[in-house]
Structure formats: C-alpha cells, structure tokens
C-alpha cells in the first residue's frame, strides 16, 4: 500500500526509505564537521598569533562579506545549472583550498587565512543554496519538515561534537591536523553527492548567458521576493536574530577564551558545543510540540526576545559554570527560528525561483551579521567597551528585533491567512 505523501514521516523512516536524501545528508554529516573542527583551529590560531579581537572579529567577516558579494550570483547558478554537479565542485574546490592553511607559520601571513577563508566562503555560497533549494526536489510534502528539522538538528549536533572535539584536538594535535581532516571530509561529502540524483525544475538549456542577461535574472528573483510578500518576509527571518545574534556568536570565541585561558581552545570548543547543543533542540521541539505552520511566525518572534534575554542573564553571571545552561536555552530558539523559516520558504517558493530566494536570504543574514561582528569589534578593540558590556549590548538589540518582528510580521502575516481562499 502506497504511503500518502503528504503524512508525515520519522527521522527513521525517511532516512531508511529515501536514498537520496540520505547521500546529501551523510555528506552534510561529513562536511559540517570538518567544518566545525577548522572553525576552532582558526578562531585559536588567530588569537594566538595577534591577540587581537578586531583581528579575530574580520575571521568572522571574512566568512560572511564574501558570502553576501557572491550570493546574487551563486542563487542564479543555483537555478539556471545541474545543483548536483555544482555542489560536488564545490565540495572538491574547497578540499583543495583549505590545505592552503598549512602554510601559515607566523602573524605575517594572517592575509593567507583571510584571503584562503574568502575562497571557501564563496564556493560555499553556492553551494548552501544548492543544497536547501534541493532538499524539496528529492522530499515528499510530508517528508520535508522532518528532513529539515534533521538537517538542522544534524548540523547542531555536529557543532556540539565537532565544537568540542575539534577544541581537543587542536590542544592535543595542533592546528594543522584539524586543516587536514577539514580537507578530507570535503571529499567524503564529493563521494555522496556523486552516488545522487536530484531532479531540478529549470528553463530549457537555460544558462547564464550575457552579464547583462545575469543581471537581469538576478532582477527577477528580487522582484519575486517583493511581489510575493509571504516569501519576502520569511526570508528575512534569520536576519532578523542575527542583528544582535552575530556579534554574540563572535563574543563567545572571546567568552570561552576569558573563561580557560590556559587552554583557549578547549574554553572556545565547549561553548560553541553548548550553542550547539541548544540549536539542536529548537527543530526537534518544532516538530513534535508545534506542527500547526500558522503558529511559527508568533514562535519566531518570542524565540528571538528569549534568546536575547538569555544573554542579558549572560552578561551578569559568573562564568563558565552558570553560563553554560543560558548559552543553550538561547540558543534554542534560534534552532526553531532556522527549520521553520526554511520550509516556509521552502514550501512558498516555486522551483525556478528557489536558489536566488535561498541566496537573497543569505545575503541578508550575513549583511545583518557582518553589520553586528564588525560593531562589537571595533567597539571591543579600542577599549570603548567590556566584553560584558558588548554582550548586555547586543542582547538587548536582539530584545528589540524580536519585539519589531512580533509586532509587525506577525500580523501581518495573521492578515494574509485570513484572505486565502
């Protein structure tokens, strides 16, 4: 007997019974946490080589300006060729560009790790679209919740573990090792991918063509976004907690420094592996206590006001033990905040629009956390502030954003579900 596509399925199930989901996501487990691992050897490397926060601040910018740059594009690339090919060239391309990290020796070649993360940046920004836009084309309707609240969950996991144990083994087997593993889990996500197939919805023998042609289709994507107000809106939904959230992500790299400076790795690693921990819960919860999609917007906007309150509690209690519950209840909501708004957007958008709404999206979230890393820095770096204070800072800015969204987005949306048809 046939299952009805639109009932919805186990974390079990769905692995078990759809084989190309499965391949994206063993190679999503594979990247993410080489990722992961190189995220800390970078953030301790810096730190250890200037001792700078504006220098570890422009890591973080560093992953995310050329993102924002690249993403116009890379949504085009997204829609117009095969997502499949373009994300195992991805894959490959970045296999080869993080071994450029072993030849950083010494504060002279800090330019190599910025420009080395700009190249990665970019290549991912063709490939995260990539990936969410394929995610529907390869799910039933009833799949698609949980196959991205196991996504989501998954790559949360992996902070937590990868975190954590890439703060370990780069205390224990240094810096370059860690490159080397990143390196490799590129290629073992390649080898996945390669075993797929993803149907696509394109334009016939569609292709970029002209700069003027390009420009144009980019065009199109972002009269798409404003024409279709539901879609415009939830796109705008991780930025939105990213606004104050950025900077606290960045803060944290700081926080777990201050909290074990004998061993700053394993303090940065376990904080993150806590941020981790929480961005795991929120899709878990969403799928089993709140399935009912009308209710995510209102959930999105108190989820942002929780996680900034969490961090005011933050800036006043002693650290590391007392921290440690706070940074995963504020994190979960951001969890929650991710899935939901994914397959809003997921659901609401048309096939050939997918891959630029997906990179209109991300170019807003890494505008909003660019604007908020590069604020704290500068403020921490030239002494305007303590780190308790940044933190007490952007929490409260994200208090605000959450209230804006709750106030404003909300009923509106409210108002357009009650003139549907």
């Not at 001792?51 to 601040?57: E, F, H, I, T, W």
């Not at 795991?280 to 999609?293: C, K, M, N, Q, T």
């Not at 659901?347 to 956390?369: I, M, N, P, Q």
């Not at 921490?380 to 780190?387: D, K, R």
Request: charged share 15%.
């Amino acid at each position: 007997m046939d299952r009805d596509p639109a009932s919805g399925v186990g974390y079990r199930e769905l692995l078990a019974g759809n084989a190309n989901y499965r391949r994206i996501w063993l190679g999503e487990v594979a990247s993410w946490f080489g990722d992961w691992f190189n995220a800390i050897a970078l953030y301790t490397l810096v730190r250890e080589l200037t001792g700078s926060p504006l220098a570890l601040g422009l890591v973080f910018l560093t992953k995310m300006v050329p993102f924002a740059v690249a993403s116009p594009l890379a949504g085009l690339l997204v829609d117009r060729f095969n997502r499949r090919w373009l994300m195992i060239s991805a894959d490959l391309l970045r296999a080869v560009v993080v071994l450029g990290f072993l030849l950083v020796q010494d504060a002279d070649d800090l330019y190599l790790i910025y420009a080395l993360t700009g190249v990665q940046v970019i290549l991912t920004a063709v490939f995260i679209p990539a990936r969410s836009a394929s995610i529907p084309n390869v799910t039933t309707p009833g799949e698609l919740l949980t196959a991205n609240a196991l996504s989501a969950a998954t790559w949360s996991t992996l902070l937590a573990i990868g975190a954590a144990l890439g703060g370990v083994a780069t205390d224990w087997f240094g810096v370059r090792a860690v490159f080397v593993l990143d390196s490799l889990s590129y290629l073992v996500s390649a080898v996945f991918l390669w075993r797929t197939t993803i149907p696509q919805e394109t334009d016939a023998g569609a292709a970029v063509g002209s700069v003027k042609t390009a420009l144009s289709d980019i065009a199109k994507g972002w009269r798409y976004l404003w024409d279709n107000k539901l879609v415009g809106r939830m796109a705008l939904a991780k930025s939105t907690w990213s606004l104050g959230g950025g900077a606290l992500v960045y803060m944290l790299a700081l926080l777990g420094e201050a909290a074990m400076p004998a061993s700053p790795a394993l303090g940065i690693g376990l904080l993150y592996g806590l941020r981790g921990m929480g961005t795991g819960i929120g899709p878990i919860a969403v799928r089993s206590w709140l399935p009912d999609e009308r209710r995510w917007p209102l959930m999105m906007g108190i989820g942002i006001v929780i996680s900034g309150l969490c961090y005011v509690a933050v800036s006043q209690v002693p650290w590391l033990g007392m921290v440690a519950l706070l940074v995963v209840l504020a994190h979960a909501p951001s969890g929650a905040n991710w899935v939901a708004s994914t397959v809003l957007l997921q659901k609401r958008t048309v096939d050939s629009y997918r891959g630029r709404v997906f990179s209109a999206e991300w170019l807003a979230v890494t505008l909003a956390d660019s604007v908020s890393i590069l604020t704290a820095s500068l403020l921490l770096q030239s002494g305007t502030i303590t780190l308790r204070t940044g933190v007490l800072i952007f929490a409260l800015v994200q208090v605000l954003c959450g209230a804006l969204w709750t106030f404003f987005v909300v009923p509106a949306e409210r108002r357009t579900e009650l003139t549907r048809p």
